[in-house]
């Protein structure tokens, strides 16, 4: 069985991610990161959504990048926006999916797993740099030749089943994965239960996103 | 002053990349990484290093690579190799070039730093992907596509001054800007007080190259 290693922060696009690395018939082994995120508790609802669908294994890495702010998910001094912003806006965690995916590819070289799997999205992104088809492709060709697996001829690709998708073609092929997605977590400043804001930009893409999708929104919100 | 960001571990090479970079007029910032390596007391030889050649700031980020194995460094049961190998060494660690860039990626970032140095040669480089040339510069392309600095027109370039020296060249030079190699820790099994086995490769190739240079060696080995 083939395995694949999947990015699983416990909010819904990786949740998705997952099932559909399970479809595929990969053998999955999760990986989440505690990397002193504001909205820690996601980490716990990644680890039902990996005993919910049945994963290999699922690893907590930590990496402090709290320790270097410069984000509003890692600087408590930095609000979390609640408003739409224009640019990238400062929820966004320098080098996040770059230091991610280089866990994974350590993991996938180990375990001997070809393949890398990541929620991104090129649509509903927030104007993240790197959650483009670009920074992905170029990953991709740094990854084979940084690594054992990639000299040897074998090197990892990175799979993005996400990244041309709305937000409610995600909820649907999700749906029809059997996610629950009242486990997954999305919200930048969810509470210690895991209860959403709904007012900031995660939490408005994704209320907008099972509106579209035409399904009851399941996501726990804190109350006002 | 410009910004730089240091991967300073506590060897040779990243110390006389350090001494490199100020001399080059950089406000140096050295990253050390903890990641469960073997010879754990280079973290304190980097520490050592780092107050000598007077940095800005000298910051240890901490992530388990021993959790996952798949290396002699970060494996306890599987042994350094002492004699020769053929081939990528056990002691070759899966992505850890890409994770420990990707950690000083992300901190030259926030702190708007656009120089980072990385102590890789491609001489005496044990045969490791994540030591060539074609690894840097595809992995400086991702950098650009992966961050905001990048987006914004000034991604962080990865400096390599080391990458064609002999290490007899890297020792004379380092000598010149004053390194204290006494202080510094390549050993790759080096006990708990930094004192080298002086059998395993990164021993064998430091020792070559302070005979090569026509320097003392001031490596402390462990007594036999």
């Known amino acids: 069985m083939r395995k694949a290693v999947i990015l699983l922060s416990g ?8 099932a559909m690395a399970r479809a595929d018939g990969f053998d999955c082994y999760a990986l989440s990161v505690a990397y002193g995120q504001r909205h820690a508790s996601e980490l716990g609802a990644a680890a039902r959504i990996a005993q919910n669908l049945g994963v290999r294994e699922h690893r907590t890495m ?9 984000s509003a998910l890692t600087d408590p001094d930095i609000a979390v926006p609640e408003v739409p912003m224009t640019g990238i806006p400062s929820t966004y965690v320098p080098a996040r999916n770059t230091l991610m995916l280089a866990l994974a590819l350590g993991w996938a070289e180990v375990l001997n797993a070809r393949a890398i799997f990541i929620g991104v999205n ?4 927030s104007g993240y740099p790197d959650c483009r088809a670009e920074f992905i492709s170029a990953f991709e060709n740094m990854a084979a030749l940084a690594t054992r697996a990639g000299v040897d001829g074998h090197p990892s690709r990175i799979h993005t089943p996400l990244i041309t998708l709305t937000k409610a073609e995600i909820i649907r092929e999700g749906m029809r994965l059997g996610v629950d997605y009242a486990s997954t977590v999305s919200c930048y400043q969810a509470d210690e239960l895991g209860r959403a ?8 893409i994704r209320k907008s996103g099972f509106e579209a999708a035409g399904v009851a929104d399941p996501t726990r919100y804190a109350p006002l």
């Not at 909010?11 to 997952?18: E, F, I, R, Y």
């Not at 090129?122 to 992104?125: A, G, Q």
């Open 11 to 18: 909010g819904l696009d990786s949740a998705t991610t997952l």
């Open 62 to 70: 930590r990496v402090d990048l709290a320790g270097i702010g410069g």
């Open 122 to 125: 090129c649509l509903d992104y």
């Open 197 to 204: 804001c709904g007012r900031c930009e995660s939490c408005r």
